[in-house]
């Protein structure tokens, strides 16, 4: 059987190589984190070595002739594909909501579209893309860009389909063909979307999805020498895996990884917004790389912060993620429910103050909104990504200390500010030590933006012409004065 029955939804279950589908000889377990015990979803293709070779071969060849297509026939190609997507929302939507726990509401109000205008942004910017002729040193110079090759995309398990499309269309628009390496706890969306290429008018082999283990077949992918790209977005341990791997082979590589945002709260600021959007960092169940984790409060408002934090967190609906009215969705997985708890007994043990939460709730996946007031900035709990509903709370005297403990982690991936001073936002701003900053604000981001991390938070820039320099060779063509008509 090629496909999964998931909810009325019929889902591939096998990998896509060269335009077919095709299974592997063992498989691994799909559940949902609604009812781990009760919901199994499908039975997914485990890739091995024999997988990934094929893979790669297949975007070797498909290569040949998705690299020759001009970029309007590329485009063209993207644009049916976000079609597609949107008019597969509420398919997409649902089979991530029951893989993985997605807040339904926000899948179809948000993700899903937001997954499509990844590939119209980038069919657009690659038409929309000149080279530069210049004369100097008595020659016509040209700097043109060419396709790299295949590139493996290794994507993680929170919000897979939408972070897969950012990484997805950029490869894809400057003319390299994919293999595409979902996580293997939230492998589903990246099937439906296999499917839809398909229908988009690819040719075989410029689209492959290999499903399985990370540590199996992911390897052995970025083992491939054939392959001339690696992108990733994950953890920093796996990004060490790989970046050897890409370096043994002299691939260029980019890496999204881990987070551990401030957010920094001035005296100046609308303290109720503050709060709020403090509160709302549980979004997701903490399951989200941007979060602003790290509370970090002036300490002449402590007391009213606290006071409307705890109301808005008090707040917010835990539920089913199918529920329109819920706002905190179960953890991923149970083994992430685990590890998200052994932080919070680590930090109890060690003396820090859980001042809400820090239990499990009973009978469901959902973790408890849970905030912590450290014993130092050193503890565990302060400085490592625990990626749950955990956020940390801690008080400064003054913005240089405010700064201090902002860039006082190895990660830099963004941060939060709230102020009322524009001139304190400039400041704060040019500070901190992260890929990102919002003022006032948190998660939109414009997609011909950089987005990436400083420190262990990431390589490499993704966003606008940053994602299609790097899946580029460029090369500059050089033609002497007055020697060619
Ligand atoms: P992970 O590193 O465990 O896995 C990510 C992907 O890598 C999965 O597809 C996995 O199968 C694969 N993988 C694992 N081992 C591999 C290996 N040896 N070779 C090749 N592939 C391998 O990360 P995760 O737990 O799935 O994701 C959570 C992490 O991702 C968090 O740290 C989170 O902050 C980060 N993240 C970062 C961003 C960003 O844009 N910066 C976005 C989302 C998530």
């Known amino acids: 059987m090629?496909?999964?029955?998931?909810?009325?939804?019929?889902?591939?279950?096998?990998?896509?190589?060269?335009?077919?589908?095709?299974?592997?000889?063992?498989?691994?377990?799909?559940?949902?984190?609604?009812?781990?015990?009760?919901?199994?979803?499908?039975?997914?293709?485990?890739?091995?070595?024999?997988?990934?070779?094929?893979?790669?071969?297949?975007?070797?060849?498909?290569?040949?002739?998705?690299?020759?297509?001009?970029?309007?026939?590329?485009?063209?190609?993207?644009?049916?594909?976000?079609?597609?997507?949107?008019?597969?929302?509420?398919?997409?939507?649902?089979?991530?909501?029951?893989?993985m726990g997605?807040?339904?509401?926000?899948?179809?109000?948000?993700?899903?579209?937001?997954?499509?205008?990844?590939?119209?942004?980038?069919?657009?910017?690659?038409?929309?893309?000149?080279?530069?002729?210049?004369?100097?040193?008595?020659?016509?110079?040209?700097?043109?860009?060419?396709?790299?090759?295949?590139?493996?995309?290794?994507?993680?398990?929170?919000?897979?389909?939408?972070?897969?499309?950012?990484?997805?269309?950029?490869?894809?628009a400057a003319g390299n063909s994919i293999i595409h390496k979902p996580a293997e706890w939230s492998p589903l969306s990246a099937a439906l979307l296999a499917g839809l290429t398909l229908e988009a008018g690819f040719p075989p082999g410029a689209y492959n999805l290999v499903q399985g283990i990370g540590s199996e077949v992911g390897d052995a992918l970025v083992r491939d020498p054939r392959v001339r790209r690696i992108t990733f977005t994950g953890s920093p341990p796996t990004a060490r895996k790989i970046g050897e791997a890409a370096a043994r082979n002299i691939v260029p590589f980019t890496a999204e990884l881990g987070g551990k945002g401030p957010l920094l709260v001035f005296a100046d600021c609308d303290l109720d917004a503050a709060a709020k959007k403090a509160a709302w960092q549980f979004d997701d169940s903490g399951q989200v790389c941007l979060a602003g984790t790290r509370l970090l409060v002036d300490e002449s408002i402590r007391d009213e912060f606290l006071e409307r934090f705890h109301a808005h967190a008090d707040a917010l609906v835990v539920g089913d993620p199918r529920d329109?009215?819920?706002?905190?969705?179960?953890?991923?997985?149970?083994?992430?429910?685990?590890?998200?708890?052994?932080?919070?007994?680590?930090?109890?043990?060690?003396?820090?103050?859980?001042?809400?939460?820090?239990?499990?709730m009973t009978d469901s996946m959902h973790y408890e909104p849970t905030l912590?007031?450290?014993?130092?900035?050193?503890?565990?709990?302060?400085?490592?990504?625990?990626?749950?509903?955990?956020?940390?709370?801690?008080?400064?005297?003054?913005?240089?200390?405010?700064?201090?403990?902002?860039?006082?982690?190895?990660?830099?991936?963004?941060?939060?500010?709230?102020?009322?001073?524009?001139?304190?936002?400039?400041?704060?701003?040019?500070?901190?030590?992260?890929?990102?900053?919002?003022?006032?604000?948190?998660?939109?981001?414009?997609?011909?933006a950089p987005f990436g991390g400083c420190g262990i938070s990431g390589i490499g820039r993704e966003g606008g012409d940053h994602a299609l320099e790097f899946h580029a060779d460029l090369k500059t063509l050089m033609i002497a004065d007055d020697t060619c008509t």
């Open 2 to 99: 090629t496909h999964a029955d998931v909810d009325g939804v019929a889902v591939p279950t096998g990998h896509l190589i060269g335009g077919e589908w095709v299974g592997s000889p063992t498989t691994f377990e799909s559940r949902s984190p609604i009812d781990w015990d009760a919901m199994h979803l499908a039975d997914i293709a485990r890739g091995d070595d024999a997988a990934a070779a094929a893979a790669v071969g297949a975007a070797v060849d498909g290569f040949a002739t998705w690299g020759s297509f001009t970029v309007h026939e590329r485009a063209e190609v993207l644009h049916r594909l976000a079609d597609l997507i949107d008019e597969n929302t509420d398919e997409i939507a649902h089979v991530e909501t029951l893989d």
């Open 102 to 172: 997605f807040l339904e509401a926000s899948m179809k109000a948000r993700l899903v579209g937001r997954g499509a205008l990844n590939f119209r942004t980038y069919a657009d910017l690659i038409v929309a893309h000149e080279e530069r002729t210049w004369n100097a040193k008595a020659m016509w110079n040209t700097v043109q860009r060419m396709p790299a090759g295949p590139a493996v995309v290794i994507t993680p398990w929170n919000a897979p389909f939408m972070l897969a499309t950012w990484k997805l269309a950029p490869a894809l």
């Open 324 to 360: 329109a009215s819920t706002e905190i969705a179960p953890l991923a997985h149970p083994d992430h429910r685990d590890r998200v708890h052994a932080f919070v007994e680590r930090a109890r043990a060690a003396g820090d103050t859980i001042v809400r939460g820090g239990q499990p």
């Open 372 to 448: 912590i007031e450290p014993a130092s900035n050193d503890s565990e709990v302060v400085q490592s990504e625990i990626f749950g509903p955990v956020l940390t709370f801690q008080t400064f005297a003054d913005e240089a200390e405010a700064i201090a403990l902002a860039n006082s982690t190895a990660y830099g991936l963004s941060a939060i500010v709230y102020t009322g001073s524009r001139e304190r936002a400039e400041r704060v701003g040019r500070l901190l030590r992260t890929g990102l900053v919002w003022v006032n604000t948190f998660l939109v981001r414009d997609l011909t």
